[in-house]
DNA sequence: GAAAGACGGTATACCGAGTATGTATGCCGT
DNA sequence: ACGGCATACATACTCGGTATACCGTCTTTC
């Protein structure tokens, strides 16, 4: 859903042709997003059709067929730039599905598939920490770089998505064990009074980076795997 | 890639016909994951061909065709709920091509599009709080329900990780911002030394949800919007 | 100096997810 | 009895994604 429109930006800086595009592609976004060339292809002839781009003449000497933007091509990239992207409606995320349905489904046990997930993704920040260290630092001792620029931002943008994202799902697996003490055991308190954990703070001060402290699960769990590299 | 194992699940707790498994899936996923009816017979298909499901019968008198999982689909539930999903590979999420081209683009205002997706991650995350008081508090006055649990727990567990998502993304927002104002304007300190924002204290104490204050964004920002109910 | 093969580029076939739509049937209410 | 509706099943289609086939050129090697 978003590989039309990459291509389209790419295409947006000049023609070019679908091997090259991959690259660029791959290049650009931290080649975290390996891109199948057929694919390349498929959604140019796809844009093709739609109008959103032209093939630039026949293949040239060296066989390549050059694409180019459409008026109508540009215009869409344009607004794509400044449209944020959707995100109203859920991302179907298997790990989503398969707590809801782990929670909700007698005869499962919510809490190991918890503990299965959150061992899994410790281990995965660790690897990513260790790749970010990596990634500051790349020839190991030198940090007198002539280069101001010797990892590319792309690569730093989706290594630090990822990092927030592991953290925080590790901090809702957490908040989800909270409330499955709480269902399990409704001491004296039915009224399900829920420790509105990120929401209030978020809410009450959302510009800042704010953290979201739970307070109502400090579960404990196995320890830290070593965490230097 | 999650709607068949999540059949096969549902099936486990016994026999279904297609029409019943759409109608459980969605309401033990807190109604967040709409299912194509379709989709569910040709995922049926699916499993029958691949031997995890045996229609058990033909159609009953009220034209229904229950299906029953066989040992082999069995077998495959039950190392679903062992198995922790896949976290390993970076999920093609637009917006993460979609800022890490932006970075990676001249021409292109990353700022700006930081900027657009941050009102709407904010505005989003209100909906969201808005979404999570009404859950708390179904009958807007009394809070003496006699049931002990109003709300599904899926629906809280689904509604949670929107939660956490939103406020990691906006989290991240700021973090590349900051390494955009970095790069722009390397000043005096040329050596990367990127904050480990989440990184250093999550590996430090990933027990607790401890939270990842970055503290290199103060990024100011438009004030927030009204906040309350 | 030609056969073998690596390489770069294009194209097609295939599969699964997801959506829209069609079809048969039973149950109403008038 | 008939139109309308709900229920359940089924098919057709689009799209993202992967694997693979194909074709020309350049290089290697005997």
New binding site residues.
């Given amino acids: 859903?978003s590989?039309?429109l990459s291509l389209l930006a790419l295409l947006s800086q000049g023609p070019a042709?679908?091997?090259?595009i991959k690259a660029d592609f791959e290049e650009r976004t931290g080649r975290a997003f390996?891109l199948?060339?057929?694919?390349v292809?498929?959604?140019l002839a796809?844009l093709e059709r739609d109008g959103l781009v032209v093939a630039d003449g026949g293949?040239d000497d060296?066989?390549?067929?050059p694409y180019r933007l459409t008026d109508a091509g540009r215009a869409e990239v344009g607004t794509w730039w400044e449209r944020p992207v959707d995100r109203t409606e859920p991302a179907?995320d298997e790990l989503v599905m398969k707590l809801a349905l782990a929670v909700a489904t007698p005869d499962v046990d919510a809490h190991a598939v918890i503990q299965h997930q959150r061992t899994a993704a410790m281990a995965h920040l660790q690897r990513l920490t260790r790749a970010k260290l990596a990634l500051s630092a790349p020839g190991s001792p030198p940090q007198t770089e002539p280069v101001p620029t010797p990892t590319s931002l792309s690569d730093e943008v989706v290594l630090e998505h990822r990092l927030y994202a592991v953290e925080s799902e590790l901090r809702w697996l957490d908040h989800v064990e909270g409330l499955l003490l709480h269902r399990r055991a409704p001491q004296s308190a039915p009224a399900p009074s829920v420790t509105l954990p990120s929401a209030a703070s978020a809410t009450a001060a959302p510009s800042a980076a704010r953290p979201a402290p739970d307070p109502s699960t400090p579960i404990s769990r196995p320890a830290a795997p070593d965490t230097r590299h």
Wanted: charged residues 25%; proline residues 14%.
């Fill in positions: 859903m590989v039309p042709y679908g091997a090259r390996p199948n060339v057929g694919q292809y498929t959604t796809r293949p060296e066989g390549r067929i179907r």
